[in-house]
C-alpha cells in the first residue's frame, strides 16, 4: 500500500475513495479512453487496497482541464463531495487529468492542508500536498502541463485554419442540417432553405424564431418546428455515450433570434470552408462579419470550397449577408415593418476597438457588449466638432472630390499580393504544427505578412471608384451647412470621411477622474482612422 500522508487520519481513511478520468477531445475512440484511465487507476487502488465504488468515478468527455472558462460538471462535483467531507481520496491516471491550472493546483492544496484529501496518481506518485516535496514536485507538472496545453493550442489552431484551406469538414459542434462528418440531414436542411427563403421574403429573426419553435404567420408558413440546437446536441450526447451519465438536457424553450442569426450567418450552407479566428471565438460574437469566417485560396485568392454539398445557393447567401449588412437596419435586427429611425449620430456607425464591429445605443451610452461603453451625447458633439473642422478645410473639394478611378489592373496585382502574403502565414502556421520553427518564428512571420496585408489592402481601397459626395461637401460653406443638417446628412459625411473608433473603456482611469471631479476629456474617447486623407488642419 502506497505511504499514507501525515494529514491521512483515520476519518479520512474511512471517507470514500473516488476515481476522476477526463480526456480534452472526443475523436470517437473517447470511451475506451475514459475505460482505460478508470480501468489502470483502479488496479492502483487494489494495491493499496483501497475499493473504489462506481458511484464514485467521476469523469468529463471532451472537455479541457486548462482553460478556466470551461466547466467540468464532473470535476466540480468531485470537488464539491471532498469538500463535503464524502470523498477523502481521489486516484487519477496522471495529474494533469486533475488539472492543468495553477490556481485549482491551490485549491487542492488548501483540502491537503487541512486533511481533506490525498491525490494518487495511477503510475506515478502518491501525492501529499501538504508536503513542500510533493507540492514543489506538482507545480513543477502542473506548469510543464499548463504549457504544452498552450502549445498544443498553437497547434491544434494552425490544423484548423489548414483544414479550412483545402476545404476539409470543420471539427467540433455539427450545424443544423449537416452530420460531424459534413454529410447532409435533409430534413434539417430543409427546415435551413426555409428559414433562409422567409427571411428573403422578408420575415424578422424573431419572426421565424417562433416559427421554428412552432408559431408562424403568413410568412414563415413553409418554416417547420425544429428542436433547438443545445437541446438536439445533448441529446445525441447521451445517446451516443449510454454507459456514462447522461448530460442534463436544456430547457425546452423556444428558438431565439440570435440562433437564427447565426443560422444564417453560416458560411457553410453556401459550400465555403471555413475558419473562425480565435478573436472571434473569444469575443463570442454570434453575429461576427461573414468575411472573416470565410478563407482565401493562398494562391488565387478566390474563396475555398468546401468537401461538402451546399443546402443553400451562394447566392442566396450571398443575399442574405446583404440585407444583414444595412446600416438601415436596426441594430438588433428585430420587429417588423421598417427599421427604426436613428436618434444618435454614432448608432450603428461607430465601431469598437476590440472587435471592429459596430457599435449600438444601449440607454445613454455606445456600448459593444464586454469591450466599450461610452456616453452618446458627449462623443457625438466632440466627433462633430471635429468633423465641421475637417469640413473648413480649404483643400476639402481635392480630397473628398478626386479620388482616382480603379485601375482593374494594378487592383489585380495587389489582390495576388495578399494572396502571398496569406501563403506566408499559412506556410509558417504548418512549419510551426510540425515543430520546424519556434512560436518567435511564428509571430515575426506573422506579424511582417500582416503588416504587408494591411498596406496591401489599405492600396486597393484607395483604387475604388470614390462615390458621389454628399450634398453637404459641395455647399460654399461645408462646415456650416454640416451643422444645420439633419442626422442622416450628418452621418453621410462622417461615413465618407472616417472610421470612428470609440476608444476602450478603462475603468481605473474613470474612477480616478471620478474622485477628482474631473470629466472624461472628449478627445481621449474617440480615435479617427481617415479615409480620403482628411483631418482638422495643423493649427
Known amino acids: 500500500m502506497g505511504r499514507k ?97 495553477p490556481g485549482q493546483l491551490d485549491q487542492w492544496v488548501k483540502l491537503a492542508k487541512a486533511g481533506l484529501c490525498h491525490v494518487v496518481e495511477a503510475h506515478g506518485m502518491d501525492l501529499d500536498l501538504s508536503r513542500s516535496g510533493d507540492l514543489l514536485v506538482a507545480r513543477i507538472r502542473v506548469a510543464v502541463a499548463e ?174 449577408q446583404a440585407v444583414l449588412d444595412d446600416p438601415d437596419r436596426r441594430p438588433k435586427i428585430s420587429g417588423k415593418g421598417p427599421a427604426a429611425a436613428r436618434t444618435h449620430l454614432g448608432s450603428g456607425l461607430f465601431r469598437c476597438p476590440a472587435c471592429g464591429g459596430r457599435v449600438h445605443l444601449q440607454g445613454v451610452c455606445y456600448t459593444c457588449t464586454g469591450h466599450v461603453a461610452r456616453k452618446a451625447d458627449l462623443v457625438d458633439a466632440y466627433v462633430e466638432s471635429v468633423i465641421e473642422a475637417v469640413l473648413a478645410r480649404p483643400d476639402l473639394a481635392s480630397l473628398v472630390c478626386v479620388r482616382r478611378a480603379g485601375d482593374a489592373t494594378e487592383a489585380k496585382e495587389i489582390e495576388a499580393e495578399v494572396a502571398r502574403q496569406r501563403g506566408r502565414i499559412e506556410r509558417a502556421e504548418a512549419d510551426y504544427a510540425r515543430d520546424l520553427i519556434r512560436a518567435e518564428d511564428l509571430k515575426r512571420a506573422r506579424d511582417v505578412a500582416e503588416a504587408a496585408i494591411r498596406e496591401a489592402e489599405a492600396r486597393l481601397r484607395a483604387l475604388a471608384d470614390a462615390p458621389e459626395p454628399p450634398a453637404i461637401v459641395r455647399e460654399v460653406a461645408p462646415a456650416e451647412a454640416f451643422r444645420e443638417a439633419d442626422l442622416d446628412a450628418k452621418r ?32 481621449k474617447t474617440v480615435e479617427f482612422r481617415w479615409k480620403t486623407g482628411a483631418a482638422p488642419a495643423e493649427g
Open 5 to 101: 500522508s501525515s494529514n491521512e487520519t483515520i476519518e479520512q481513511t474511512n471517507r470514500d475513495a473516488a476515481i476522476y478520468v477526463r480526456i480534452s477531445l472526443d475523436q470517437g475512440m473517447g470511451e475506451l479512453a475514459l475505460d482505460r484511465q478508470e480501468k489502470e487507476c483502479r488496479d492502483r487502488a487494489a494495491r493499496d487496497g483501497v475499493e473504489v465504488r462506481q458511484e464514485r468515478v467521476y469523469s468529463d468527455l471532451s472537455i479541457s482541464a486548462a482553460d478556466a472558462r470551461k466547466r467540468r460538471p464532473d470535476y466540480e462535483r468531485l470537488l464539491a463531495d471532498v469538500c463535503a467531507g464524502e470523498v477523502g481520496r481521489v486516484y487519477v491516471w496522471d495529474l494533469d487529468r486533475l488539472t492543468r491550472q
Open 147 to 320: 504549457n504544452e496545453s498552450q502549445h498544443k493550442g498553437e497547434r491544434q489552431r494552425a490544423a484548423n485554419r489548414q483544414r479550412a484551406r483545402i476545404g476539409r469538414v470543420p471539427v467540433g459542434n455539427r450545424p443544423t442540417g449537416y452530420t460531424h462528418a459534413g454529410e447532409v440531414i435533409e430534413e434539417e436542411a430543409g427546415a435551413v432553405r426555409a428559414v433562409f427563403d422567409a427571411f428573403l421574403a422578408g420575415a424578422s429573426l424573431k419572426a421565424i424564431a417562433r416559427a421554428l419553435s412552432g408559431e408562424r404567420d403568413e410568412l414563415t408558413e413553409g418554416v417547420p418546428t425544429l428542436p433547438r440546437p443545445s437541446y438536439r446536441a445533448a441529446v445525441e450526447w447521451n445517446e451516443r455515450h449510454p454507459n456514462r451519465p447522461p448530460h442534463e438536457l436544456p430547457a425546452e424553450q423556444p428558438w431565439n433570434s440570435s440562433a437564427v442569426l447565426k443560422m444564417l450567418r453560416n458560411p457553410r450552407y453556401a459550400g465555403f470552408a471555413t475558419y473562425i479566428p480565435s478573436e472571434v471565438g473569444k469575443n463570442g460574437d454570434k453575429s461576427a462579419p461573414w468575411h472573416n469566417r470565410r478563407v482565401r485560396d493562398e494562391g488565387t485568392g478566390e474563396w475555398v470550397r468546401g468537401q461538402w454539398e451546399p443546402i443553400v445557393p451562394a447566392e442566396d447567401w450571398e443575399r442574405v
Open 492 to 523: 453621410a459625411v462622417v461615413d465618407l470621411l472616417c472610421d470612428v473608433y470609440l476608444t476602450k473603456t478603462d475603468r481605473s482611469e474613470n474612477a480616478r477622474r471620478n474622485a477628482r471631479g474631473v470629466g472624461l476629456d472628449p478627445s
